[in-house]
Nanobody, 120 residues
């Protein structure tokens, strides 16, 4: 069993900032990638950003220059610093981890999601 627990969502005004965190726990041998996706009402889930265990980051074009993903490998935790937030960033943000379990399984796990709302 692997659990991903997100925190840090909320309501902010346009131009504001938020920092999301996601901690992975359970039967984890190693995590080779972690990331964030988001899903707005009526839209498909989309990639926001990912980061490998070596620190290589990948961003959606819509968030480049505004969002920064980072991770603490020792804590199995990934962060998403979101600046210059706009109403179109409103969505449920989901954490994901691609990992090898203690049982040798290659898994992709998802968190429950955290709501981010940008509104004045």
């Amino acid at each position: 069993q692997v659990q991903l627990v997100e925190s840090g969502g909320g309501l902010v005004q346009p131009g504001g900032s938020l920092r999301l965190s996601c901690a992975a726990s359970g039967s984890i041998s190693s995590i080779y990638a972690m990331g964030w996706y988001r899903q707005a009402p009526g839209k498909r889930r989309e990639l926001v950003a990912t980061v490998t265990s070596g620190g290589k980051a990948n961003y959606a074009d819509s968030v480049k220059g505004r969002f920064t993903i980072s991770r603490d490998n020792a804590k199995n935790t990934v962060y998403l610093q979101m600046n210059s937030l706009q109403p179109e960033d409103t969505a449920v943000y989901y954490c994901t981890a691609e990992l090898y379990s203690d049982y040798g399984e290659d898994l992709r796990s998802w968190g429950q999601g955290t709501q981010v709302t940008i509104s004045s």
